[in-house]
C-alpha cells in the first residue's frame, strides 16, 4: 500500500482523479466553454468594449501594458482574440483604463440576454 493509505493508481470516480503513489492527484483540465457552450462572437463583443474603452482613453497597447506592468504583446493577444482574460486580469485593464468594470460587464450581459432571445 502507498503512502497515506492509497493504493497505486486508486481511481476516485467522484473526484474524477486517480491518485499515484508519492505524486498530487491528476485533476483533468476542463474547457469552460465547451462546457457552457459559449458563443465565439460573446468573446469577441468583450473584447470589443475594452478595445473601445482603450481607444476612448486614447491610451496604446504600449501605454496599457505599461500601466499594467506586462508585455505589449499581453494586450494584443487579448485584443485580437489569441489570449482570454480572466475576471481579475479584466476588472485590472477596466481600472487601467479608468471605466467602470460593473458597467462593462452590464453591457456584456445585456448582449447575452439578447443573444438569448
Known amino acids: 500500500m502507498a503512502r497515506g ?3 497505486a493508481n486508486q481511481w476516485y470516480p467522484i473526484l474524477g ?3 499515484r503513489p ?3 492527484p491528476l485533476v483533468p483540465k476542463l474547457n469552460a466553454s465547451k462546457l457552457l457552450d459559449i458563443p465565439k ?5 468583450l473584447r470589443g468594449i475594452l478595445i473601445e474603452a482603450r481607444l476612448n482613453a486614447e491610451v496604446t497597447q504600449a501605454q496599457l501594458a505599461s500601466i ?9 493577444k487579448y485584443e485580437i482574440g489569441e489570449r482570454r ?5 479584466f476588472a485590472l485593464i477596466c481600472r487601467a483604463l479608468k471605466i467602470d468594470s460593473s458597467a462593462a ?3 456584456l450581459d445585456d448582449h447575452l ?5
Not at 41 to 45: A, E, G, I, L, T
Not at 70 to 76: A, D, L, N
Request: net charge negative.
Open 5 to 7: 493509505g492509497a493504493k
Open 41 to 45: 462572437d460573446s468573446y469577441d463583443f
Open 22 to 24: 508519492n505524486s498530487l
Open 85 to 89: 482574460i480572466d475576471v481579475v486580469e
Open 68 to 76: 499594467l506592468g506586462v508585455p505589449q504583446s499581453f494586450v494584443s
Open 105 to 107: 460587464v452590464q453591457k
Open 113 to 117: 440576454a439578447e443573444q438569448r432571445k
Open 17 to 19: 482523479y486517480c491518485a
